[in-house]
C-alpha cells in the first residue's frame, strides 16, 4: 500500500515513471530527400532527428498495456496497490469504451477492480488533466491509502503533406503517491482556456487531424504568454519573491517538435524582459530599442523570435536542451511529449545534479487548454526513490539505439495499410511481431463485432525488460 496512517499525505507527487515507445522509425534526412523538401527543413528547421510510428500491430491499447505492464514489473508492485487509474489520450478507437477500461485486464488476476478514475481527452492536454486529477485524489478525503497511476499515450500521424514530418507514438506511465520524489508544487500553476479551432479531429473514420499550424503555433506561444504571467502572480505571492526563467532550474515543455521549444524558451525570456529591460540590455545593446514593446503587438514578428532565441540560447542549453531527447528521436507522443520530456530529463541528468531543484513544466493542447506548473525535486541525491526514478527511465537512450530504422518508402506503406484498416473488423494485422520490443502488447485481431484481442511478446528477462 502507499500508505496506512490516518495523518494527511505530504509531498504528493511522481513516484515512478515509464516510458515506451515503438520500435520502427524513420530518419528525418532521408524523409526529407524522400519527400522532395529543401535539406535542413524538418532537421534544422524544426529540430527533428527521428520519428517513431507503429504498424498496425499497435494501437492506444496496446501501447497502454504496455507501458502500464512495464511500470508495474519493473517496480515491483502487485495490481492491488492501485485505487486510481486515469488515461489521458487523444487516440481515439472507440466512442464509448475507454482506454482504461481495457486496461484493467491486467488487474483480473489481482483480484482488484475497485479503481476509480476513466479516459480524460483534450489534444496533448489530456495526461496533465489526468495527473491533475490524480494528484488531487491522493490528496482528499477521497483517497484510501493506496497508490494512482497515470498513463498518457498517443499515435500522433498525419495525411500526406508539410505536417506528416511532425508525427511520432508512445506512450508514459506514472506512479501518484505521498514522499515522492518529484513533488507538485501546490498553488503554483498558471492556466489558459479558450476556444480555437487550431487542432481538432472532427472526421470519425480517419485518424488524421484538421490542422491550421499557423494558427496553432500562435495559440501555444500565446499560451506560454498566458500560463507564465500567471504562475508568476501566483508564485511572487507564495514564494515571496520575485519571479524570472531562473526561478526554474530546468524546464520541459509540450513539444510538437523541437524548435517550437527553444522559441518558447525565448517567449519567456521576452516575458522577462519587458519586466525588466536593464537587466538585459546591459548584455544586449541592441535590445535597447525594444524596451517598450508591447507584448500583444509581437505575435508572429521574426524579427523578435530571432532576436530573443539568440538571447535565450544559454537558458535553453542549461535548462530545456535534455529535455528533447524523445522529442528529437521518437517526435510528438501528443499527451505524452510533455511526460517524455521529464523522462529525458531524468534520464540523462544524475540525482546529485536533479536533488533540491525546481522543474518547470509547461503543457499545452490544441483547441485549447494550457498550463504552467511545476515539481520540486527531493532535496537529498541518496534519496533512494529519487535514485529508482532515475533508474526507471536510465536506459532510454540504449532503447531509442536499438531500434529498426525504416526507409520512407517503407515508412509511406505502414501508414497507408493503417489508413485502409482503420475502422475495419473481422481484421488480423498484418505487421511484424518479430520485431517489437520484448514485453510488448500487440493487436492479434478485430472480430467481427470490433472486438479487439491482444497478446504480449515474451520478456527476456523477470525485469520486464
Same mark, same amino acid.
Given at each position: ?71 508495474? +514489473? ?44 476513466? &479516459? ?20 482528499? #478525503? ?8 497515470? @498513463? ?43 476556444? @480555437? ?40 505571492? *507564495?514564494?515571496? *519573491? ?26 519567456? @525570456?521576452? #516575458? ?10 546591459? +548584455? ?20 523578435? +523570435? ?25 517526435? #510528438? ?25 525546481? @522543474? ?34 536510465? &536506459? ?51 472480430? &467481427? ?5 491482444? +497478446?504480449? *511478446?515474451?520478456?527476456? #528477462?523477470?525485469?520486464?525488460?
Amino acid at each position: 500500500m502507499a500508505h496506512t496512517g490516518s495523518e494527511r499525505p505530504q509531498n504528493v507527487g511522481i513516484l515512478a515513471i515509464e516510458v515506451y515507445f515503438p520500435n520502427y522509425y524513420v530518419n528525418q534526412g532521408e524523409l526529407e530527400t524522400y519527400d522532395g523538401t529543401a535539406s535542413g527543413k524538418y532537421t534544422i528547421g524544426l529540430g527533428l532527428n527521428n520519428m517513431g510510428f507503429c504498424s498496425d500491430r499497435e494501437d492506444i491499447n496496446s501501447l497502454s498495456l504496455t507501458v502500464m505492464q512495464r511500470l508495474m +514489473e519493473r517496480n515491483n508492485l502487485s495490481y492491488d496497490q492501485i485505487g486510481r487509474l486515469e488515461v489521458g489520450t487523444e487516440t481515439i478507437i472507440d466512442k464509448s469504451k475507454s482506454t482504461k477500461s481495457v486496461l484493467m485486464q491486467l488487474f483480473k488476476g489481482s483480484g482488484n477492480s475497485e479503481v476509480e478514475g476513466i &479516459d480524460t481527452t483534450n489534444a496533448c492536454y489530456g495526461g496533465t488533466n489526468a495527473l491533475f486529477n490524480s494528484i488531487n485524489w491522493v490528496e482528499s #478525503n477521497s483517497w484510501d491509502g493506496r497508490y494512482a497511476v497515470v @498513463v498518457c499515450g498517443d499515435i500522433a500521424i498525419y495525411s500526406v503533406g508539410s505536417a506528416r514530418c511532425t508525427g511520432g507514438a508512445g506512450a508514459c506511465a506514472m506512479l501518484i503517491g505521498p514522499d515522492a520524489p518529484l513533488i507538485m508544487e501546490c498553488g503554483l500553476r498558471g492556466s489558459h482556456m479558450q476556444h @480555437v479551432y487550431d487542432f481538432y479531429k472532427p472526421n470519425m473514420t480517419s485518424e488524421y487531424p484538421t490542422v491550421d499550424g499557423k494558427l496553432s503555433i500562435n495559440c501555444y506561444i500565446q499560451s506560454v504568454d498566458k500560463c507564465y504571467q500567471r504562475y508568476m502572480e501566483k508564485a511572487t505571492k *507564495k514564494l515571496n *519573491k520575485k519571479i524570472t526563467l531562473d526561478t526554474f532550474d530546468t524546464f520541459c515543455f509540450h513539444s510538437p517538435f523541437c524548435k517550437l521549444v527553444q522559441k518558447s524558451v525565448g517567449r519567456i @525570456v521576452l #516575458n522577462d524582459f519587458l519586466l525588466d529591460p536593464e537587466k538585459y540590455i546591459s +548584455e544586449f545593446p541592441e535590445l535597447k530599442d525594444l524596451k517598450n514593446t508591447k507584448l500583444e503587438e509581437t505575435y508572429g514578428d521574426k524579427g523578435i +523570435e530571432k532576436t530573443f532565441l539568440t538571447v535565450s540560447s544559454n537558458s535553453f542549453k542549461q535548462k530545456t536542451k535534455k529535455s528533447l531527447l524523445l522529442a528529437g528521436d521518437v517526435g #510528438n507522443m501528443y499527451t505524452a511529449s510533455l511526460y517524455g520530456g521529464l523522462a529525458s530529463l531524468l534520464a540523462t541528468t544524475s540525482a546529485e545534479a536533479l536533488a533540491g531543484k525546481r @522543474v518547470g513544466m509547461f503543457s499545452y493542447g490544441s483547441g485549447s487548454a494550457a498550463t504552467l506548473y511545476s515539481f520540486r525535486v527531493s532535496d537529498d541525491a541518496t534519496n533512494p526513490k529519487l535514485i529508482n526514478i532515475i533508474n526507471n527511465v536510465s &536506459d532510454v537512450p540504449a532503447r531509442l539505439q536499438s531500434r529498426k530504422k525504416v526507409s520512407p518508402e517503407d515508412f509511406v506503406k505502414v501508414l497507408s495499410i493503417r489508413e485502409e484498416t482503420h475502422t475495419s473488423k473481422n481484421y488480423t494485422p498484418v505487421g511484424s511481431t518479430e520485431d517489437l520490443f520484448p514485453g510488448t502488447f500487440y493487436l492479434t485481431h478485430v472480430d &467481427d463485432m470490433y472486438r479487439r484481442k491482444y +497478446e504480449r *511478446k515474451p520478456l527476456q #528477462n523477470s525485469n520486464g525488460i
